[in-house]
């Protein structure tokens, strides 16, 4: 068993990324256009190493891969901002269980399978505080469930994670897709506020930030 999969488990992974952030660097520059996306290379021959692709440099070591994008989701978090006109409101933010994540399990590439759920999970975590420091909402909830989107509780917003993307529905409107014009997680916010405000009031006009 690798070290990388015995210092961190899926339970301390929340403490660990908000204890990173209690005390955030001065603001960096956004790192919006950086794709983040996670892409392996899967090796022919057992000898081989798995290659991990992600920000446009490629790793064989997940303890070094990992600490990239904590980083990058650090600095990410340090330019979100309190919005000047919150959208009011509580929401229930649904996160996928790493038994509900779409990935194949077992075998040989149990240690690979566990790091690309930690990777997901960090990212996952990464918007729950970046929601939390927009203040957007008056509170916030997060349960990790095997079937998101299903009941908002007693939450006026849910926020729930289905497929590649996310999904915002106020308890009395239609459900909306997160979109982006270009990857990072400002745009992402952006996105949040518009479907947050299309979904309750059927419009997608807003406030300036």
């Known amino acids: 068993m690798s070290m990388w999969w ?11 990324v908000l204890a990173a952030c209690a005390a955030p660097p001065p603001p960096a520059a956004p790192v919006a256009s950086l794709d983040r996306v996670l892409k392996l290379n899967m090796p022919r021959s057992p000898n081989e190493p ?8 490629n790793f064989t070591d997940p303890d070094r891969l990992l600490d990239k994008v904590w980083a990058d989701s650090n600095r990410e978090l340090s330019g979100v901002i309190p919005a000047a006109v919150p959208v009011g409101g509580s929401i229930r933010m649904l996160l996928p269980t790493f038994e509900a994540m779409p990935i194949s ?4 590439w149990s240690d690979t399978i566990f790091f690309v759920e930690l990777y997901a999970r960090v990212l996952d975590d990464e918007k729950v505080e970046a929601v939390r420091r927009t203040r957007m909402f008056s ?12 009941g908002h509780g007693n939450a006026d917003f849910t926020l729930w994670k289905e497929g590649p993307g996310w ?3 106020h308890r009395d409107g239609d459900a909306f897709l ?10 992402w916010l952006k996105g949040l506020r518009t479907a947050a405000f299309l979904s309750r009031d059927g419009r997608g006009e807003q406030p300036a930030r």
């Open 6 to 16: 015995k210092r961190i488990t899926g339970t301390v992974i929340m403490s660990m």
């Open 50 to 57: 798995v290659v991990y692709r992600y920000a446009g440099e």
């Open 105 to 108: 399990r077992g075998g040989r």
């Open 139 to 150: 509170a916030i909830t997060v349960d990790y469930t095997d079937t998101p989107g299903k």
């Open 167 to 169: 999904w915002m529905r």
């Open 178 to 187: 997160i979109t982006q014009s270009q990857p990072g997680l400002a745009t």
